[in-house]
């Protein structure tokens, strides 16, 4: 264990080139934890004999009770690999920076900032269930973040002893799950889709059982075959174990063309031995011997109860399930110095050619500190956090004086020179100080949490960029409102909201009319921030409302007149117009590809060839809301208007106010473009302070979403649900009672996998009414998907979106009633 020594770590830091930096994605229960195990284990982290069932990176009581991963987990291990693949990598040793993170949807920001600071990824796909709809999410988070993929098809032997399925019928249904997984790659790795796909011939597709511990790749098996059979070469032998190849049982010859003489490669090299051992779990002490001596394994049959126990041991010790993996990490995943070439210009925003932008590109240890931090973890007490990251150029000192950017920050807005008190690496839930870390490395820092809300940049250089904000695939779109049972304990609980803010990527805290309001992904990140909000951070009783639906306000129409309204005084006017901005351009604002800080051409370039702007309109953006970031934007259609520059801040300010505040029910604004078309704006500055033109401002822009067809958006879940062919009428029933829709139904395996449509307000108690409805045959994953305009006018009485509308303000304590545009707009 001395390889962990914090001084032997150093050493192995400074070895760019051994450094593997990885997460292991998958969707919810395909296996990802019981792999890490035995990659723990493969590290001397973990003994053999609990691989696969102790679960090591679920370090959380609710996550061992639920048995799920909620949170991620890192672990930094070394692996000591085998002669020739220690010489075909060039590095006898490599340190691998390991993250297990979640599969549930709900939590898939952890996985967002588990792949910002990782270089592969180890795909993770059960052989039953095949690629499910987290699959596809989660690895096209990772090709967008470009990282490379290598691909584990867990749980082999379900098809086996579970599903009693022929060896040919498991090659095809392989077959599918890794052209799957390959389009896919094609489909979101762009330029680099030729290089990652995924094959077993190369060596980048293992196949196993997480569970038994074992697992094996092609190039493996012909090693094996090539030192057990006299002649054989591994080469020609590995291109012959995929594909459409079969060796002829007669002439012993190879053929392309199958017949009753003829049988798969990969069905007599890699699948037979699978299918001996598992059909062995009954046999006799002696038969079971016979095995173990033809794989050179030693049957300990003093430690072994049954014949079971011991063909798991023969297959755990032939083709281990960590040596397949360290194989694949070690040969088909880039090391800091490859993958920071081409990942640089997708992470940082400045120039491609400045000096941290090259530092970065060349992993240079002496260069500028340049280090990213993409979540907080709590200390054991939840009273402080680590702030954990990757470090892409320059060196990291304990004690090291840093800048720290925030999300947006500019040179005039960054915190000032802190230190960083103490560096360490995360070891499965320990903390192990180190004096420095070198880049291409992940870390954790202790000191400068107060400084921080969720990520940050760290760097050495004054004039530096920042990095790319996170682009989640999920939205908070379930919120809770939470108060105390004794007032007593208000401080505990806003202290409490502040840790909750910070430790979770997504979770979003806000007061609301004297509520406390936390909005989460889904129903069960709600539930699990709500427990650590109690239990955790404020460590006070407290009390909870019924989860609720966050909607957004948009406008169907651009404005039938142009809102007037006038400053208190009179002397003061503004004239401004509402359109819809269109889905595609709000979609790309919420991914980051549009945003307030970017390059002003590169922007007007964007919106002028892609979106169809002006460019004069698309050079004249004031900003965009609310928070800067969201999907609204403010736009100075006016021409040469004097004074206007005087009053622009207050303008921006009412602009931001009524975005994060709309008109119908004081929702969000989502989709609107505001024009200022027109203002008569005061000489006198004394006439036109921020009490006169801030008011007059929100009511031009409330009054002119007013005439502009004023609409809601409600979020709405893509929900695919796995069940047999008895189950099926009652999902259809079930989906038709929650006014949700299917629009796919296909049979896969034998299972029925439908794909359908429901609101997000519907899908509260769905899993357990699925689970009713279907006598628990059923399974169901739900994810954000997309905002749906509900068709339907709120000046209408009685209207859908009138009860919607009077519901929110009542339980906002708000008027019940829309206030009149006689109100909102003045006349000239």
């Known amino acids: 264990m001395s390889v962990y020594l914090p001084e032997n770590l150093e050493k192995l830091m400074e070895r760019r080139a051994a450094v593997r930096n990885l997460a292991v994605i998958a969707h919810v229960d395909h296996g990802k934890t019981t792999l890490t195990d035995s990659l723990l284990t493969r590290g001397n982290l973990l003994s053999e004999d609990k691989a696969g069932t102790k679960c090591q990176t679920d370090t959380r009581e609710d996550e061992q009770l639920r048995g799920i991963t909620i949170k991620s987990t890192a672990a930094s291990v070394v692996y000591e690999l085998e002669e020739s693949v220690a010489k075909e990598c060039g590095e006898p040793t490599i340190l691998t920076n390991l993250i297990d993170s979640p599969g549930h949807v709900d939590f898939s920001s952890e996985v967002t900032a588990a792949l910002r600071v990782s270089d592969g990824a180890l795909v993770v796909v059960d052989c039953v269930s095949g690629v499910c709809v987290q699959t596809e999410t989660v690895l096209r988070q990772a090709l967008a973040e470009s990282v490379a993929p290598v691909l584990i098809m867990n749980k082999l032997d379900r098809c086996v002893l579970e599903k009693q399925m022929d060896p040919e019928s498991i090659y095809v249904h392989l077959r599918s799950i890794l052209d799957e997984v390959n389009s896919i790659v094609s489909t979101y790795a762009s330029d680099l889709s030729e290089k990652w796909l995924l094959d077993p011939v190369k060596g980048n597709v293992a196949f196993g059982s997480g569970l038994h511990g074992w697992a094996f790749t092609l190039p493996q098996l012909a090693d094996f075959y090539a030192k057990k059979v006299e002649g054989v070469n591994p080469k020609s032998l590995l291109k012959k174990m995929w594909n459409e190849n079969f060796l002829n049982l007669k002439t012993k010859k190879w053929t392309s063309s199958r017949s009753n003489d003829t049988v798969r490669g990969f069905n007599k090299y890699a699948l037979e031995p699978v299918f001996k051992l598992l059909g062995a779990f009954e046999k006799s002490q002696e038969d079971v011997d016979k095995l173990g001596s033809i794989l050179n394994v030693a049957v300990p049959w003093k430690k072994l109860e049954t014949s079971k126990d011991a063909c798991k041991y023969i297959m755990k010790k032939w083709m281990n399930a960590g040596e397949a993996m360290v194989r694949m990490i070690a040969l088909h995943l880039p090391s800091p110095i490859v993958a920071q070439r081409y990942r640089t210009d997708k992470l940082y925003e400045g120039p491609s050619d400045d000096v941290v932008a090259c530092a970065m590109r060349n992993c240079d240890p002496h260069s500028h500190l340049m280090m990213y931090v993409t979540k907080m973890i709590p200390t054991s007490d939840g009273k402080r956090f680590f702030a954990f990251g990757r470090v892409f150029s320059g060196t990291l000192n304990a004690g090291q004086m840093i800048r720290i950017m925030g999300p947006n920050d500019d040179n005039a807005t960054r915190v000032p020179v802190k230190s960083a008190v103490r560096v360490a690496l995360m070891q499965v839930g320990r903390i192990l100080s180190v004096s420095k870390v070198s880049c291409g490395n992940v870390c954790a820092i202790y000191g400068i949490d107060k400084f921080i809300s969720k990520t940050a940049c760290l760097t050495s250089f004054e004039t530096a960029c920042n990095m790319k904000l996170l682009n989640f695939s999920v939205s908070p779109v379930v919120r809770s409102a939470v108060s105390v049972q004794n007032c007593a304990d208000l401080p505990a609980l806003i202290e409490g909201l502040r840790r909750l803010h910070q430790s979770d990527p997504m979770v979003q805290v806000r007061s609301e009319e004297g509520e406390h309001i936390i909005a989460a992904a889904g129903e069960l990140h709600l539930e699990v921030c709500l427990n650590d909000l109690e239990n955790e951070f404020a460590k006070v009783p407290i009390k909870k409302s019924k989860p609720i639906v966050t909607y957004c306000e948009t406008v169907?129409?651009?404005?039938?007149?142009?809102?007037?309204?006038?400053?208190?005084?009179?002397?003061?006017?503004?004239?401004?117009?509402?359109?819809?901005?269109?889905?595609?351009?709000?979609?790309?604002?919420?991914?980051?590809?549009?945003?307030?800080?970017?390059?002003?051409?590169?922007?007007?370039?964007?919106?002028?060839?892609?979106?169809?702007?002006?460019?004069?309109?698309a050079k004249k953006i004031w900003c965009?809301?609310?928070?800067?970031?969201?999907?609204?934007?403010?736009?100075?259609?006016?021409?040469?208007?004097?004074?206007l520059d005087g009053i622009k801040d207050m303008i921006m300010a009412a602009f931001q106010w009524v975005t994060s505040q709309g008109l119908l029910a004081e929702e969000r604004l989502r989709g609107i473009r505001f024009n200022i078309v027109d203002a008569l704006v005061h000489c006198d500055p004394q006439c036109r302070k921020g009490g006169q033109i801030l008011p007059a401002a929100r009511r031009a822009f409330l009054g002119a979403m007013y005439v502009a067809k004023p609409r809601i958006f409600e979020p709405i879940y893509s929900v695919q649900v796995t069940c047999p062919q008895t189950s099926v009428n009652s999902v259809y029933s079930l989906f038709s009672q929650k006014k949700g829709s299917i629009y796919d139904e296909n049979l896969h395996n034998g299972i029925y996998i439908l794909k359908g449509y429901l609101p997000v307000n519907q899908s509260f108690g769905f899993n357990t009414a699925l689970r009713s409805a279907t006598h628990g045959q059923a399974f169901e994953q739900c994810s954000f998907d997309h905002w749906e305009m509900i068709d339907s006018d709120p000046f209408e009485k009685g209207s859908k979106m009138d009860e919607l509308c009077k519901e929110i303000r009542q339980r906002k304590a708000i008027a019940p009633e829309i206030i009149d545009l006689d109100k909102l707009v003045d006349r000239i």
């Open 624 to 643: 965009f809301g609310p928070d800067n970031t969201g999907p609204n934007i403010l736009v100075d259609c006016t021409k040469a208007v004097q004074g």
């Open 556 to 617: 169907d129409g651009t404005s039938t007149k142009v809102a007037l309204a006038k400053s208190t005084n009179k002397l003061n006017r503004l004239f401004v117009t509402a359109e819809p901005l269109g889905e595609e351009l709000c979609l790309d604002i919420e991914k980051g590809e549009i945003t307030a800080i970017q390059e002003p051409k590169e922007r007007v370039r964007l919106l002028a060839e892609k979106h169809g702007w002006k460019r004069d309109e």
